[in-house]
């Protein structure tokens, strides 16, 4: 437990006491980590197809199987983003809503997270909407925690 002191807008100062966990920062830490895997993938899928294009323009189209091929061999890194991502996606959510880890940096990357899920799959547009909303409405709640003053709601 540790004492914050937050001068207001109305030069008062505000005392906030927050209770820290370990488990929820290392949590969060990993959950964050692991959550950079689903932009890899990604930005390898895109390089890997980039590259069979340029084989296919130099050599040429062989047969439908080779493009295939080349195809499915160049998705697999944004398969293994997706299954690795989601686990992070867990944790940092475990980390905020039970272990109430509720860092700036931890409101950062998951609104960051919900932006990228939302921007690159048309499933995950609703989930992220939901997530950005819960995370917008309970901002204060990420703002006591770190070095921000407390302007945003009065107490």
Known sequence: MSNLNYKSPNSTLIEVSVQTSAVGKWLALIGS?????????????????????QEITVQGARSSEFIANGMSEALIPTILGLIYSLPGAILL????????????WVFRVSIAASIVVFLLFPIGTVVSLIIIFMLVKHKHSFYVCGNWALNKRKQ
Not at 93 to 104: E, K, N
């Open 93 to 104: 959510c475990v980390s905020i809503v039970f272990f109430r880890h509720r860092r700036p």
């Open 33 to 53: 980590i692991t959550l950079l895997s689903l932009p890899i993938g990604i930005i390898s899928t895109i390089i890997s197809m980039y590259q069979l294009f």
